[in-house]
């Protein structure tokens, strides 16, 4: 079994901090561009005939980004706990 250092379960949970500053950066900039700032929905019904919903797209990305923290955390936590068991802890 792979030994982890704290260095490196530090760098990988700061690393999933930024990601996850990161989608969330590319969530509110999706969607004030979608609505628009200005009059109801701006940018929506300028050009309604090329406009497209970005929420589907947004949800895909916001879930591969909650599966990647949860399969992070979950593996990093199964093998602390495999890790504590054959120490006897």
């Given at each position: 079994m792979?030994?982890?250092?704290?260095?490196?379960?530090?760098?990988v949970y700061i690393s999933l901090i930024f990601i996850s500053a990161f989608v969330v950066w590319l969530n509110v900039t999706s969607l004030v561009e979608a609505f628009g700032d200005g009059p109801p929905y701006y940018g929506r019904s300028a050009n309604m005939d090329k406009w497209t919903n970005p929420l589907p797209v947004l949800l895909t990305v916001d879930a591969a980004t909650l599966l990647l923290g949860v399969g992070i955390f979950y593996l990093f936590r199964s093998?602390?706990?495999?890790r504590d068991n054959d120490r006897g802890v």
């Open positions: 792979i030994h982890l250092t704290k260095r490196i379960k530090m760098i093998r602390q706990i495999t």
